[in-house]
């Protein structure tokens, strides 16, 4: 595991390129010649570090175990870290209206994190796919709008890499689905929801993909009957988050935490995905 860093296309309050620190994960071996394929990997409103005292600077277990498959088949993996360079350790706690960073914000940490990969002689450049939890998959549909103008404008730049594919466990569905024709996927899409899930509910993530059908995007929605938000979790168990004031019932908590069987289904869908997607 390695640290690295490179800037955002987001700025500072001084008007500088705002520096991201991030955890590059590379599976053993020495890559091919035209490189590794790769992973950017956003994390959800808990931030990706250990919350265990003394490990504070570590990547959290449930990351680290999200990576092993990947890194099994081959893939690096980087996980940026959006809330630290910005004052934050998690944003989970924060009612949505006073939170100070969005997922539209991350879309540019997204593609800071394109820029850095693109660059590296180990990456195969035009291989790499983006995947976020929960907050970090809300802010994979941002990064993947080609009507969003910043995003546009990116892809125009010369020599401006791009992502081959794009997976979103439970995001918050209903802006993309609000914005109607302003919002359209650039790369195949696969999104995996909970059908329980009471922190980002399920229906505006189907009704998108409804949407995305009916326009003809390589979009699709899989639905995990009897799971809760995080069920792709590797440890835990269900409860109830008193602490969380966002949600479908807002002041009453949310429901989080795995369904292993829903968690291996959705592991073989991805990896299968990002095998076609990034085959060379």
């Known amino acids: 595991m390695e640290a690295v860093t490179f800037p955002s296309l987001d700025r500072d309050a001084n008007g500088n390129a705002l520096e991201l620190r991030a ?11 035209a490189g590794r394929p790769a992973i950017i990997a956003l994390h959800g409103c808990g931030g990706m570090y250990s919350r265990r005292a003394g490990h504070e600077r570590q990547l959290a277990e449930r990351m680290a175990l999200r990576a092993d498959p990947l890194l099994r088949d081959g893939y690096a993996v980087l996980f940026v870290d959006s809330f630290g360079p910005r004052g934050l350790g998690e944003v989970c706690t924060i009612r949505s209206g006073a939170r100070t960073i969005r997922a539209a ?5 997204a593609l800071g994190a394109l820029t850095y990969l693109a660059s590296r002689k180990d990456v195969a450049r035009d291989r790499i796919a983006l995947i ?11 990064a993947i709008n080609v009507r969003d ?3 546009a404008a990116f892809a125009t730049t010369p020599n401006a890499p791009t992502f081959r594919a794009a997976v979103a466990f439970y995001p918050g569905c209903n802006g993309p689905l609000k914005a109607g024709e302003r919002w359209q996927p650039g790369v195949p899409t696969r999104i995996h929801v909970g059908e329980l899930d009471d922190w ?9 993909g409804r949407a995305m059908a009916a326009r003809g995007a390589d979009f699709d929605v899989a639905l995990y009957p009897g799971s809760y938000h995080a069920f792709d979790a590797p440890t835990g168990k269900v409860t109830r ?14 429901t989080v935490g795995p369904n292993p069987a829903a968690r291996a289904t959705a592991n073989v869908r991805v990896r299968a995905f990002l095998r076609d997607r990034l085959a060379p």
């Open 23 to 33: 955890m590059l994960l590379l599976p053993p071996g020495s890559p091919p010649d």
């Open 105 to 109: 914000t991350r879309r540019l940490d």
């Open 200 to 208: 980002t509910p399920a229906a505006p993530c189907l009704d998108l």
């Open 132 to 142: 976020g939890w929960s907050h970090g998959g809300s802010a994979v549909l941002q």
């Open 149 to 151: 103008p910043e995003v």
């Open 241 to 254: 988050r008193l602490d969380v004031p966002n949600g479908v019932h807002p002041g009453e908590g949310v």
